[in-house]
T-cell receptor, first 114, second 112 residues
Framework: NAGVTQTPKFRVLKTGQSMTLLCAQD?????MYWYRQDPGMGLRLIHY???????AKGEVPDGYNVSRLKKQNFLLGLESAAPSQTSVYFC?????????????FGPGTRLTVT | ELKVEQNPLFLSMQEGKNYTIYCNYS?????LYWYRQDPGKSLESLFV?????AVKQEGRLMASLDTKARLSTLHITAAVHDLSATYFC????????????FGKGTHLIIQP
């Protein structure tokens, strides 16, 4: 049982390049989330999904797209990276309405855009 | 718009002392979470508080929730160096479906 995994762990991009971050969970969770963490800002929600095939915008969605084609995977895409997207990205998942209510976080992806 | 404020944002204390971190939130919430984060690491779940008056304890940490005051506290008893970390509170308003709103975190340093 690996929990929540993220690929890659580190990445350096040049401005304008694109990339996809992969989040996978093996706990059969319904809900999945993408957050970004910047110094002094706490975590902010980018996009989330309440089930396979569904996605919705969070607090800071601009410049990102997501897809959830399979229940266990949640992909975060940057179409044209900007220096302002330099951050640590965390994926999380949870069962949904039922207990337990915890959100389980992945190890994070450290992204630098130059 | 749901807002979450933590204070203090930075705390340096000595081993053996007691202290409390405060978390205020702006609108009705159905769940309140406390997380711990070590430098360069992910978030570790500490507590989930669901109802008014809820109190949970784990070791030297105790969390409580007052939904009427929209306030949660994380109390540290007889602090030890291993508790040095950043502590976040977070709130959900939609059963968790629409994610969590986090405070900015409290950076706690416990000195021997």
């Amino acid at each position: 049982n690996a929990g929540v995994t993220q690929t890659p762990k580190f990445r350096v991009l040049k401005t304008g390049q694109s990339m996809t971050l992969l989040c996978a969970q093996d706990m059969n969770h319904e809900y999945m989330y993408w957050y970004r963490q910047d110094p002094g800002m706490g975590l902010r929600l980018i996009h989330y999904s309440v089930g396979e095939g569904t996605t919705a915008k969070g607090e800071v969605p601009d410049g990102y797209n997501v897809s959830r084609l399979k229940k266990q995977n949640f992909l975060l895409g940057l179409e044209s990276a900007a220096p302002s997207q330099t951050s640590v990205y965390f994926c999380a998942s949870s069962y949904g309405w039922d207990t337990p209510y915890e959100q389980y976080f992945g190890p994070g992806t450290r992204l630098t855009v130059t | 718009e749901l807002k979450v404020e933590q204070n203090p944002l930075f705390l340096s204390m000595q081993e053996g002392k007691n202290y409390t971190i405060y978390c205020n939130y702006s609108t009705t919430s159905d769940r309140l979470y406390w997380y711990r984060q070590d430098p360069g690491k992910s978030l570790e779940s500490l507590f989930v508080l669901l109802s008014n008056g809820a109190v949970k304890q784990e070791g030297r940490l105790m969390a409580s929730l007052d939904t009427k005051a929209r306030l949660s506290t994380l109390h540290i008893t007889a602090a030890v160096h291993d508790l040095s970390a950043t502590y976040f509170c977070a709130v959900s308003s939609g059963g968790g479906a629409d994610g969590l709103t986090f405070g900015k975190g409290t950076h706690l340093i416990i000195q021997p």
